[in-house]
């Protein structure tokens, strides 16, 4: 089946690259843009990152070779991609490299007057015959990626990618190994799983969100979570009559003992 033509809308702008290249930073407009596919594409970039200080790669990532200008040039599997086993959309996987490549940013040096404008990765190529791809990172971008500050949790991406509901897969990553309970703004967890807008009734999302990913995560994954409601003070304060609507969430991280390896 032939690639959907890229749409002039569907092409991003260049986006200043701050200090430090977060995971949020990066996952807010590619999970906007592009979805579970370009989100995973940078999960592979981080753990490349991350694993080539200790020079052993996960089975995903086949190669990751640096180059004479300190580009990386790396090779993974095109199944670290996919849903799931049964998923072999390539169309949407080459789609989504092609729209990847065209993710720019923007770095200006003040100290040395210098400005660069670099693409996220480069000189993509696909081999549906042995089921890999090779794409390049710049060196500024992979700098970026291993300067990172400490935003992401640590995940098995092994447990993570088996996980086909996109909503269940964000919510693992964000609890997984968090010994601690945390509180976000229920507005905030939505755009965080990209449902901004989405289910204006709490019952909704409630339902259709956050039980079916508990109910997933205890069935499948090392980590899953227990929540609570709460109201702000802001809330309480802001309240006319009647009991004010709940607009906080706690999460409660728990150890899955039945699925310890």
Same mark, same amino acid.
């Given at each position: 089946?032939?690639?959907?033509?890229?749409? %002039?809308?569907?092409?991003?702008?260049?986006?200043?690259? *701050?200090?430090?290249?977060?995971?949020? +930073?990066?996952?807010?407009?590619?999970?906007?843009?592009?979805?579970?596919?370009?989100?995973?594409?940078?999960?592979?970039?981080?753990?490349?990152?991350?694993?080539?200080?200790?020079?052993?790669?996960?089975?995903?990532?086949?190669?990751?070779?640096?180059?004479?200008?300190?580009?990386?040039?790396?090779? !993974?599997?095109?199944?670290?991609?996919?849903?799931?086993?049964?998923?072999?959309?390539?169309?949407?996987?080459?789609?989504?490299? #092609?729209?990847?490549?065209?993710?720019?940013?923007?770095?200006? &040096?003040?100290?040395?007057?210098?400005?660069? /404008?670099?693409?996220?990765?480069?000189?993509?190529?696909?081999?549906? /015959?042995?089921?890999?791809?090779?794409?390049?990172?710049? *060196?500024?971008?992979?700098?970026?990626?291993? =300067?990172?500050?400490?935003?992401?949790?640590?995940?098995?991406?092994?447990?993570? +990618? %088996?996980?086909? #509901?996109?909503?269940?897969?964000?919510?693992? @990553?964000?609890? &997984? @190994?968090?010994?601690?309970?945390?509180? +976000?703004?229920?507005?905030?967890? %939505? =755009?965080?799983?990209?449902?901004?807008? %989405?289910? @204006?009734?709490?019952?909704?999302?409630?339902?259709?969100?956050?039980?079916?990913?508990?109910?997933?995560?205890?069935?499948?994954?090392?980590?899953?979570?227990?929540?609570?409601? =709460?109201? &702000?003070?802001?809330?309480?304060?802001?309240?006319?009559?009647?009991? *004010?609507?709940?607009?906080?969430?706690? !999460?409660? *991280?728990?150890?899955?003992?039945?699925?310890? &390896?």
């Amino acid at each position: 089946m032939a690639n959907k033509k890229i749409k %002039k809308k569907d092409v991003l702008p260049a986006y200043l690259m *701050p200090d430090h290249l977060t995971e949020s +930073y990066l996952l807010t407009i590619s999970r906007r843009s592009f979805g579970m596919y370009a989100e995973r594409l940078l999960d592979l970039l981080i753990l490349a990152a991350k694993q080539e200080t200790t020079g052993v790669f996960s089975s995903s990532i086949l190669s990751c070779t640096q180059e004479s200008d300190d580009a990386r040039k790396i090779e !993974f599997s095109v199944r670290h991609l996919l849903a799931n086993n049964v998923d072999h959309n390539y169309a949407t996987v080459e789609q989504t490299l #092609s729209q990847m490549s065209q993710f720019h940013f923007q770095i200006r &040096s003040e100290e040395d007057h210098i400005f660069r /404008d670099r693409q996220l990765i480069t000189d993509v190529t696909v081999y549906e /015959d042995r089921h890999t791809c090779c794409i390049r990172v710049q *060196p500024e971008v992979w700098e970026a990626l291993q =300067k990172r500050e400490g935003t992401i949790r640590v995940f098995n991406p092994n447990t993570a +990618y %088996k996980l086909t #509901s996109g909503h269940t897969y964000h919510l693992y @990553k964000l609890i &997984s @190994k968090q010994k601690n309970p945390i509180t +976000y703004h229920i507005e905030e967890v %939505k =755009k965080m799983l990209g449902c901004e807008g %989405k289910y @204006k009734r709490l019952n909704d999302f409630i339902s259709r969100v956050l039980d079916p990913a508990v109910a997933d995560l205890k069935a499948s994954a090392d980590w899953y979570f227990e929540y609570e409601l =709460k109201i &702000s003070v802001e809330r309480l304060n802001q309240r006319k009559k009647g009991r *004010p609507s709940y607009d906080l969430i706690t !999460f409660f *991280p728990k150890r899955n003992i039945t699925q310890m &390896s």
